[in-house]
């Protein structure tokens, strides 16, 4: 399990998302790269997975996935406890851009091209670095 507590002064993604989602698919690449060029700035990001069908083929079927797809951030398997504490979910996959205080700054639902995702983390972490050299 993970705590929000443990990304205290980072900014964070946490992305709902499901291997059956095809725009989850299509986005995660995205995530993957922005992480690679951005986590030596502060960025952090946890994948919540949530699947279809048989529980016990779930974490075999997600950690070939992320094999598969290079996922370089950790993936937890999510329950209805955690999906209801999103507000106004509307669909997979859903994104929430955290700040470093742990304050939702931004929630995104549906694919969306790298070129937005990696605005809105670049504006988060310029902002996270004002924050820190005040």
């Known amino acids: ?15 709902f998302w499901g291997t059956w989602c095809p725009p ?5 690449p995205h995530f993957v ?4 060029n951005h986590r030596s700035a502060g960025l ?4 919540i997975n949530y699947e279809r069908g048989d529980a016990a083929q779930f974490n075999d079927m997600i950690n070939k ?10 993936c937890l398997l999510g329950d209805d406890v955690t999906l209801g ?15 470093p205080s742990g304050k ?16 809105v983390v670049q504006a988060l972490l310029a902002e996270a670095g004002d924050a820190t050299d005040s």
Not at 2 to 11: E, P, S, T
Not at 24 to 28: D, G, V
Not at 65 to 74: C, K
Not at 104 to 119: F, T
């Open 104 to 119: 939702v700054r931004l929630q995104i639902v549906g694919y969306h091209p790298y070129d937005h995702l990696e605005a």
């Open 33 to 36: 790269k922005i992480l690679n």
């Open 65 to 74: 996935f992320a094999e598969e797809y290079g996922i370089n951030y950790p």
């Open 44 to 47: 952090e990001i946890v994948g």
């Open 1 to 15: 399990s993970i705590k929000l507590a443990d990304f205290k002064g980072k900014v964070l993604i946490v992305d």
């Open 85 to 99: 504490r999103v507000p106004n979910l509307e669909g997979f996959p859903t994104s929430l851009f955290i700040d």
């Open 24 to 28: 989850c698919r299509q986005e995660i």
